[in-house]
């Protein structure tokens, strides 16, 4: 406990690295840190490639996403759905204000604000974010993928964008709105990816997430999933919704060298990583109805260690081959 208040170890080695030496943002930011390293194994073993100045802002970012994530999905018996609800919103309407005062007494929203402040991230980003998790309290399912787009604009795509102004351009050639583009594409994916995994556990919450129109395609109902049982019509609505994921992941797939030399290897270990659940729910017959599938640890350390090689050879000023 006393190595968190000071931040101490790797986390306070890496705030010292980007120069946040107050004591009460330090803790925002460990916070937000423990978070990443708790619930977003790819992402944080990602984040770990760059530059250790870079880290802390990249923590802040997915350890405020999956806070709020958290605050939505939240089952507790001891709270009624409407209360879930309003605590939701009193804390989106409390963050909304914090933003335009720059400052708050909340760890998360603190180190949030100063990385927005620090990297001139645009606060409608965060806004769109916490609609589309907002919006998760009422809607449970898409009629069409249009539909479903418009969601995850707000629960991912924006995530993407948080994102670019810490990566930074490979140099000021590379135009801004194409780099949009594709971190656009690559949260999209990422978010895709999330939908096919989660297909079972969001079934339990009451939300699907596929849209209807897929579903439709190939004759699959809600009580169809329901039912836990994998059958040829559930597998070619999985493959379908696969391709549609591993497009977007190509598409995205130039934007990575159009980032700083150093950020490149966090952008390629979390697509590789990512991407790679796409195999494993193919490898269970796409069975992800009753359990999660995951990339193993040794393929998880295989990327890893790659990543972290040409990660130190870019920080020195080298290229080594990407593979």
């Known amino acids: 406990m006393t190595g968190m208040r000071l931040g101490q170890g790797l986390g306070g080695r890496e705030l010292d690295a980007a120069g946040i030496t107050d004591p009460a943002l330090r803790a925002g930011y460990l916070r937000c840190r423990a978070l990443s390293a708790e619930h977003g194994r790819s992402y944080h073993l990602a984040g770990l490639l760059l530059p250790p100045a870079k880290r802390p802002y990249v923590h802040a970012l997915y350890g405020f996403a999956r806070y709020v994530d958290d605050l939505v999905d939240d089952v507790s018996p001891t709270l009624t759905p409407q209360q879930r609800a309003q605590r939701l919103n009193d804390w989106i309407e409390e963050f909304r204000a914090d933003l335009d005062w720059g400052t708050t007494s909340d760890p998360i929203s603190r180190a949030v604000i100063d990385t927005i402040d620090r990297w001139s991230i645009p606060t409608g980003y965060f806004s769109d974010f ?56 690559l949260g999209i994916a990422f978010q895709l990816t999330n939908f096919l995994r989660d297909v079972g556990e969001d079934l339990r919450r009451g939300r699907v997430y596929l849209p209807q129109e897929s579903l439709n395609r190939f004759g699959v109902d809600r009580d169809r ?6 059958d040829e019509s559930i597998r070619n609505l999985f493959a379908w919704e696969i391709e549609r994921a591993r497009s977007l992941y190509a598409a995205s797939a130039p934007g990575i060298e159009l980032v700083h030399p150093t950020s490149r290897d966090c952008l390629y270990t979390a697509s590789t990583l990512y991407s ?25 350390a295989m990327v890893g260690i790659n990543g972290a090689r040409h990660a130190l050879a870019a920080r020195a000023g080298r290229t080594t081959p990407t593979g």
């Open 276 to 300: 790679g659940i796409l195999a494993e729910i193919e490898r269970a017959d796409y069975d992800v109805l009753g359990r999660r599938v995951r990339v193993g640890n040794v393929r998880r």
């Open 225 to 230: 999933l329901a039912r836990g049982r994998v």
């Open 130 to 185: 916490v609609d589309a998790m907002r919006s998760d309290l009422t809607v449970t399912s898409y009629a069409t993928y249009a539909d479903l787009e418009r969601y995850m604009w707000g629960s991912a795509a924006v995530i993407g964008l948080q994102m670019l102004p810490i990566l930074g351009r490979a140099d000021d050639g590379v135009r801004w709105d194409v780099l949009e583009m594709h971190a656009v594409q």
